[in-house]
């Protein structure tokens, strides 16, 4: 077992989830720069999230959490994932995918699975959801015993060594795509540290994975195969990891306008000017997590799917612009002495530029596209239908 699994996990309410990562945030900034490292992992960070109950969170409250996880709790969610982010965008990534496991493992789980990865969230088990993968990624071998035997391998897998309880997909012997939730202190997949030389979010180990050889029982199986793309829950999963980057641009807002207070720099037109529009392009960032939030918890957001996932793409594309319209500006604010260390704004560049790289930026944009074209409602009714 890890040393970053505890055993007792407080359970919290959803208030206070959201109120607890926000006093988290400020803690997360000042311990960033420590933790920054390639091949390491914020495990204290992740200490403090499991203290406040923040990893058992997600879970229902029937199986000790406080159902942040639930579509009716996500604006609460989208906050407690924004605070994460501001305070360490690393910590933001591999603690959205916690939270996405522990909504998949409920939406498709059976009763007894789901209170067996309950309580070993509860324990302190790290989620996380590896399917990202390369040429050779992983498939199932059924095996006449009934098991299954595990090959190939993941890129990108977060939280690397210290997630116990990856959820991966894999392909079965007729191309299903399956999830599973691998018991990764049993069976101890190959972590390749030397994949993840990157630009930033250094302390998110998102190693490549080697899973051969490993073996899985049909208990770690999870849903049907297919599940794990079922709209809109796939794409529009989307508005979490831009949660948690609408948060990094929140902490390169707050460093700038601290910086320049720092300096007495406040009474000059151009640095109001910039913070001026600093200010407009967060608040749309504040208005876009509101309003995926509202659109994600409607009742009808699984029956409306293609809405739902068309209003899910434009959020997580305008959060993007957002957050690359928000990196000049400060830069111009703050100048090269800004951008040396100890200041922060090196790291929250590298951090934010990086983790803003997310799967198929385009084809989302262009989905959106094409559900506008599709549609001929008018567009005060475009995403409810
Ligand atoms: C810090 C970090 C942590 C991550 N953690 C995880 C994790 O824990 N689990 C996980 O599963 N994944 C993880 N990922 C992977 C992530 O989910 C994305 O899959 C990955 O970042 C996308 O990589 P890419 O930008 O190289 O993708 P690409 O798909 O190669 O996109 C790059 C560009 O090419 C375009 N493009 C895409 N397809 C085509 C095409 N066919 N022809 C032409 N252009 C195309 C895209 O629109 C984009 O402009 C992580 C990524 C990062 C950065």
Known sequence: MPESIALITPSVSVASAEALAAALAPRLLAQAAHSDVEGGF???????????????????????????????????????????????????????????????????????????????AAQGHLFGVWNTEAHDGVKLEPLPDGRFRLHGSKTFGSGAGHVTRPLLTAALPDGGWQMLILPADEQVPRYASEFWQPLGMRASASFRIDFAGLEIGTEDLLGQPGDYYRQP?????????????????????????????????TNDPYQRQRLGEMSLLIAQAQHWLQAAAGVAARPDAATAAEATVAHANLMRSAIEDICLRVLPLAERCVGARGLLRPEPFERLHRDLTHYLRQPAPDAALADAGRYALEQTSPAYQLWQP
């Open 233 to 265: 829950w796939f794409s529009g999963g989307a508005i979490r990891f831009a949660a948690v980057q609408a948060g990094g641009a929140e902490a390169v807002f707050d460093e700038t306008r601290r910086f320049l207070q720092r300096l007495g720099r």
């Open 42 to 120: 914020p495990t204290r960070e992740f200490g403090w999230l499991r203290e406040a109950g923040l990893l058992a969170a997600p879970l229902p409250v029937a199986l000790g959490g406080s159902g942040l996880g639930e579509t009716a709790h996500t604006a609460a969610l989208l906050s407690t994932l924004r605070h994460i982010g501001r305070g360490n965008l690393a910590v933001g990534r591999v603690y959205e995918g916690h939270v996405n496991a522990l909504q998949l493992l409920q939406r498709f789980g059976q009763p007894a699975q789901v209170a067996r990865w309950a309580q070993e």
